[in-house]
């Protein structure tokens, strides 16, 4: 089993920044990719962004058109720690984040993708 927590979430004005972490601990040495997933009230899951936790060079990072060139995404192996970086951000970010993962590494953009999920921090974003 994978356990995951996030972290990092809180109330910001619009155009602020925030960083959101996700530690991982148990057989992270299982897992092959994380992903970000967000989830507005009364709206879908909807996909973030994602990067493959094995092999050098940081891993490679994959990021949703509505967030490409405002937020990154970025892994700490030796921390079994992936973090979301959020910048710029937008009344419509608001929602709860949660992070994932996958032993697998097919569609990172599918929630059915992934076998492990955190339980979720807030962001809120004030226009």
């Known amino acids: 089993q994978v356990r995951l927590v996030e972290s990092g979430g809180g109330l910001v004005q619009a155009g602020g920044s925030l960083r959101l972490s996700c530690a991982a601990s148990g057989r992270t040495f299982s897992m092959a990719a994380m992903g970000w997933f967000r989830q507005a009230p009364e709206k879908e899951r909807e996909y973030v962004a994602a990067?493959?936790?094995?092999?050098?060079?940081?891993?490679?990072?994959y990021l949703a058109g509505s967030v490409t060139g405002r937020f990154t995404i970025s892994r700490d192996n030796a921390k079994n720690t992936v973090y979301l970086q959020m910048n710029s951000l937008k009344p419509e970010d608001t929602a709860v984040y949660y992070c994932?993962?996958?032993?697998?590494?097919?569609?990172?953009?599918?929630?059915?993708?992934?076998?492990?999920w955190g339980r979720g921090t807030q962001v809120t974003v004030s226009s």
């Open positions: 990067i493959t936790w094995t092999g050098g060079s940081g891993g490679i990072g």
């Open positions: 994932a993962g996958t032993t697998g590494v097919s569609d990172l953009s599918q929630r059915s993708t992934y076998d492990y």
